[in-house]
């Protein structure tokens, strides 16, 4: 479920940098704080985005049913 969800949040995060950062920094239970690197700057959001998507999709190949 988490390699779902880090694939996801990944793609919705390289495609629309902005938004995405904008979704999570108003008052989503304490991550704003998380998201204050990535303000202003979509490229430093599109390089993580490809780091989580690359991520979870290594974690997915790793799970065995």
């Known amino acids: 479920m988490a390699a ?9 995060g390289f495609l629309q940098p ?3 950062v904008d ?8 991550t704003e704080k998380l ?5 202003d700057r979509p490229g430093r959001r599109r390089l993580y985005a490809v780091a989580q ?3 979870g999709l290594a974690l997915a190949a790793r799970q065995k049913r």
Do not use: E, Q, T, Y
């Open 18 to 20: 902005r938004r995405h």
């Open 23 to 30: 979704l999570w920094k108003d008052d989503a239970l304490g």
């Open 35 to 39: 998201v204050r690197p990535f303000v």
């Open 53 to 55: 998507i690359a991520a």
């Open 4 to 12: 779902i969800f880090m694939v996801g949040d990944g793609l919705i």
